[in-house]
Nanobody, 123 residues
Framework: VQLQASGGGLVQAGDSLRLSCTSS????????MGWFRRAPGREREFVAS????????VYTDSVKGRFTISRDNAKNTVYLQMNGLKPEDTAEYYC?????????????????WGRGTQVTVSS
């Protein structure tokens, strides 16, 4: 399974970015999807998740109201719209395809992981 993430970059605080992640797997439409991030010197952390239909989403508290996860099953793609970026959002962002159809905050419920895309937010 290949998950290809893109859309990262260097931005200023308050700017927006949209990350995209496309799956080559046919079962994409059956699986929940998630975004995680790892900041330098920190553990990987959950950011957002969406269920297979795109009807249910969950977020970590620090991004609620600023980030929006969505998906387009016709394109096998999941998105992470990031608004109001802060320097503390600086991290490598990873998309992951779940083992199940529901949302999940737990990394062990994700079967496939893409390479990260770097997001750097300057103050």
């Amino acid at each position: 399974v290949q998950l290809q993430a893109s859309g990262g970059g260097l931005v200023q605080a308050g700017d927006s970015l949209r990350l995209s992640c496309t799956s080559s797997r046919r079962t994409f439409t059956n699986n929940g999807m998630g975004w995680f991030r790892r900041a330098p010197g920190r553990e990987r952390e959950f950011v957002a998740s969406i269920d297979w239909k795109g009807m249910s989403t969950v977020y970590t508290d620090s991004v609620k109201g600023r980030f929006t996860i969505s998906r387009d099953n016709a394109k096998n793609t999941v998105y992470l719209q990031m608004n109001g970026l802060k320097p503390e959002d600086t991290a490598e962002y990873y998309c992951a395809q779940g083992r199940y159809s529901t949302t999940s905050r737990r990394s062990d419920t994700y079967a496939y992981w893409g390479r990260g895309t770097q997001v750097t937010v300057s103050s």
